[in-house]
């Protein structure tokens, strides 16, 4: 028998590459970067062997995930070449790419456009006080920056994913002026499918000094996105940084509908490991949810099919 739509769950069968860890920003709370010029970047010779390993495991996104090099920089065009022959090495290897590289310009993200399946840039969150704080040596976390980028992948019909950072110094008020902007984009442009509600987590590398976004506030700031957000955006909760199963049915509850990507490490907290999918899957089923896979595009009409069409 068929789940019924309102008791599905989705998340994505993903792969996470990360052309390089060097990054000109240092937020606080990051625990991905490392400083320009520390490691080399990845060539498309070690992406062809881990994607040949991918082969025959159900993944089916592999996620450009990278560090920013300033747009200044004389090697940002070979930054931005090597993102874009990773997607068309993804894509000629029958994956999904969706990339992730901060900030871009029009004609660059007019570029990669053409090699990913959809693309994302988390908003954070828009008020601009945070750039004296978390966001002081960040250049690219200007708010007017965010929603530029966000507009133009609007404008360009880019699939699109952006999200909100939680307990990084902001309030209700923040969020809600956070949520209505992304809201307001969607209603002109159509091209956000998913927003991700991701908890402050503190982990190994960061120096922000502040403790974990209370998960127990998580289900709240769900309901309140949903009432904000169109009901065609998707909110989607990390799984990994919910770590206790009755408050992750919790988010469900509330209006969560999406787990991301999953894959073997969460490169944006590597202190958090995912559950096994059959775990999640089992703990869902327990209170009457189905997981099932999706594509990194929505099939919005037939989202159940769509699904379907990997179980
Ligand atoms: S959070 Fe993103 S933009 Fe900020 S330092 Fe880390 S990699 Fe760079």
Redesign the pocket.
């Known amino acids: 028998m068929l789940p019924l739509p309102n008791q599905i769950v989705t998340y994505s069968p993903a792969y996470t590459l990360v052309p390089t860890y060097e ?1 000109f ?3 606080t ?2 625990n ?2 490392s400083d320009i010029g520390s490691h080399p970047w990845m060539t498309l010779e070690q992406a062809e062997k881990i994607l040949l390993s991918l082969k025959g495991q159900g993944i089916c996104e592999i996620l450009i995930l990278s ?2 090099v300033h747009p200044l920089s004389s090697r940002r065009q070979e930054w931005l070449d090597l993102i874009y022959d990773l997607c068309l090495l993804a894509l000629s290897m029958g994956f999904l790419p969706h990339t992730n590289a ?1 900030i871009l310009s029009f004609s660059e993200m007019q570029r990669l456009k053409n090699v990913n399946a959809s693309m994302g840039l988390m908003l954070e969150q828009l008020n601009p006080k945070l750039l004296h704080t978390v966001h002081r040596h ?1 250049p ?2 200007i708010p007017e920056l965010r929603l530029q980028h966000l507009q133009w992948a609007g404008e360009l019909q880019i699939p699109f994913t952006t999200g909100l950072l939680l307990g990084i110094g902001e309030n209700e008020d923040d969020r809600r002026q956070t949520l209505m902007a992304i809201a307001d984009l969607h209603l002109k442009y159509q091209n956000i499918q998913e927003v991700i509600l991701q908890p402050h987590s503190p982990g190994s590398q960061q120096t922000f000094d502040e403790v974990a976004f209370d998960p127990y506030q998580l289900p709240q700031v769900i309901a309140q996105a949903r009432e904000i957000l169109p009901s065609d955006i998707t909110i989607q909760i990390p799984p990994n940084l919910v770590p206790e199963e009755n408050w992750l049915l919790a988010c469900l509850d509330a209006g969560a509908r999406d787990l991301g990507g999953i894959g073997p490490r969460d490169e944006v907290n590597p202190d958090y490991p995912h559950r096994e999918v059959n775990r999640l899957r089992e703990v869902l089923l327990s209170a009457g949810w189905t997981l099932l896979p999706r594509l990194p595009v929505y099939q919005r009409t037939h989202s159940v099919l769509g699904a379907m069409a990997f179980s």
């Open positions: 990054c920003n240092k937020c709370y990051c991905f970067r560090g920013e901060g960040a690219s976390k």
